[in-house]
């Protein structure tokens, strides 16, 4: 288990667009992702949220900040869950797959709910992996609906 890819927010970096374009250097992908998220194609670059190079959004990510200070490894450990940053989580998918990602990993630990993220982002078609947010595999182009 890569460890760098264990966020602390419960948004598993393993099935991260931005992370699987970099890891996989999916330069259709990155351009894609760019116009998404109003920054350049050189900019979809990441190794993780606890790696050193990370998103650009998620080096000033306020949930991040806050469990390091706590020491914790997610939000997860805290009592507080939800707290007010992620109520004001600014993407709405973000928040509701967050919502639901903290307890699972509370209840599972991270090392299986690890396998249940990758297992939810597989396409039910031909069993390729998905990034989080997907509406069709990249692999057999077929609809797929993943929350």
Same mark, same amino acid.
């Given at each position: 288990?890569?460890? =760098?890819?264990?966020?602390?927010? %419960? ?9 699987? !374009? ?7 992908? *990155? ?10 194609? #050189?900019?979809?670059?990441?190794? %993780?949220?606890?790696?050193? /190079? ?14 390091? =200070?706590? /020491?914790? !490894? %997610?939000?997860?450990?805290?009592? #507080? ?5 992620? /109520? /004001? ?6 928040? *509701? ?7 699972? $990993?509370?209840?599972?630990? &991270?090392?299986?709910?690890?396998? =249940? =993220?990758?297992?939810?982002? *597989?396409?039910?078609?031909?069993? &390729?992996?998905?990034? $989080?947010? !997907?509406?069709?595999?990249? &692999?057999?182009? #077929? ?5």
């Amino acid at each position: 288990m890569n460890k =760098e890819l264990l966020a602390p927010c %419960g948004l598993y970096c393993g099935v991260c667009g931005v992370y699987m !374009a970099s890891r996989d250097n999916n330069q259709k992908l *990155k351009d894609k992702l760019a116009k998404a998220y109003g920054v350049t194609p #050189e900019q979809i670059n990441c190794k %993780g949220c606890l790696s050193n /190079d990370k998103f650009v959004y998620c080096q000033t990510c306020g949930i991040r900040t806050c469990v390091m =200070e706590k /020491d914790y !490894a %997610g939000c997860h450990q805290c009592i #507080e869950f939800p707290c007010k940053l992620v /109520d /004001d989580f600014p993407v709405p998918v973000g928040k *509701k797959v967050i919502l639901r990602s903290v307890p699972d $990993r509370k209840k599972l630990g &991270s090392e299986k709910w690890v396998e =249940e =993220e990758e297992h939810r982002y *597989k396409c039910p078609h031909c069993s &390729s992996q998905l990034f $989080r947010g !997907a509406r069709r595999c990249g &692999s057999c182009k #077929e609809i797929v609906e993943i929350d």
